[in-house]
């Protein structure tokens, strides 16, 4: 791929911005380690010697009876009988950094839950006696992949009606002004405690009613980008040659309007993420039970006796947030012309 002298400036400037550089690589790592987070939070083995075999319960359901159970359920390898099975057969169990999954519930606490931090449960356990650094990573990654799905769809739909809207101006123009001022009066809350009444919220049904309003967020910049671009001389240039405006508009427009939307595109990532966390947190969001940064927070507000909880919610809420308003600042920065001249 070659790399225009514009774009190489421009990586230069972001490089040169140390605190967004840096910001961009830690979220990348964090992002990454949720992405396998059956395999550092896991209440099953990576990896089971018995009888001479090996089995890889973190990616394969086991019955009991293989490892010399009574029963054809599913292994529960934290239950003594079955590790003294395996130990009796030569046997051994490879676990992850942490052996809780998500939903694991801790029934060896020495205290009554929610207990505080100990070398067993790392950051301590919820009010149902559950592993809280492990909630915190799948949480993290429902967090990350529901606010970059939401990012990019919203994107595209936004995206694509801006450049209609601007690109054609007139009475499309007018229409879509006016349609945008009644779309963003509706009560987006009373319409999502609507949908939770009605049917039980999910990670797709979230999406769905979020994208409804979220779309518009870009609307107006790639709009005033498109009003200014329709009238310069190449599109006009295009036009006389018959070129059709769908062309026009995805071939020489576009790339034009996409310099100041990149530019928006990591904030719309925060608030998506703020926005799932939210309504985890108000108890309309995720379905009870699923790991979640606003449900981290929301025990915290009901268990003020165990501070560790609303503590690591802010923390986690407050350190993604701001490694992306950093990103934010530095891709602002690397397409601001005024630092990108030669």
């Known amino acids: 791929m070659r790399i225009t002298p514009v774009t190489g400036r421009r990586l230069r400037s972001f490089r040169a911005n140390r605190r967004g550089f840096w910001s961009l690589w830690l979220f990348l790592v964090i992002f990454v380690v949720t992405l396998f987070a059956e395999f550092v939070a896991n209440d099953r083995p990576l990896l089971v010697r018995y009888q001479g075999d090996l089995y890889f319960p973190v990616v394969q359901d086991y019955p009991e009876t293989t490892f010399g159970g009574d029963f054809l359920s599913f292994t529960d390898y934290r239950d003594p009988y079955i590790q003294e099975q395996i130990t009796q057969a030569g046997g051994w169990m490879l676990w992850p950094p942490i052996r809780y999954s998500y939903q694991t519930i801790n029934y060896e606490l020495e205290e009554p839950a929610p207990s505080p931090p100990t070398s067993e449960n790392w950051l301590g356990t919820d009010d149902q006696g559950r592993d809280v650094l492990a909630r915190l990573i799948y949480g993290l990654r429902i967090s990350i992949l529901f606010g970059l799905a939401l990012t990019v769809v919203s994107s595209v739909i936004g995206i694509a009606a801006g450049a209609v809207q601007g690109y054609f101006g007139g009475w499309v123009d007018l229409f879509f002004q006016r349609f945008l001022e009644i779309w963003g009066g509706l009560p987006q809350l009373f319409i999502l405690i609507i949908v939770s009444s009605i049917i039980v919220p999910g990670f797709w049904t979230l999406l769905g009613v979020l994208v409804l309003f979220s779309w518009t967020q870009l609307v107006g910049v790639v709009r005033a980008e ?11 240039a295009a036009r006389a040659l018959g070129m059709s ?4 508009i995805l071939k020489h427009v ?43 927070l929301r025990q915290g507000k009901e268990n003020l006796q165990a501070p560790w909880l609303g503590i690591t919610g802010f923390v986690a809420v407050a350190l993604i947030l701001s490694l992306l308003v950093f990103v934010g600042e530095a891709v602002r920065d690397a397409f601001d012309p005024r630092k990108t001249k030669a």
């Open 245 to 248: 405006d769908g062309k026009i």
């Open 226 to 236: 498109f009003l200014r671009a329709r009238n310069f001389d190449y599109v006009r």
């Open 254 to 296: 576009l790339p034009n309007a996409m310099v100041a939307t990149l530019t928006f595109t990591p904030f719309i990532l925060n608030g998506s993420i703020v926005a799932l966390t939210a309504l985890d947190f108000l108890g309309l969001g995720l379905p009870p039970g699923s790991a979640s940064l606003g449900d981290l």
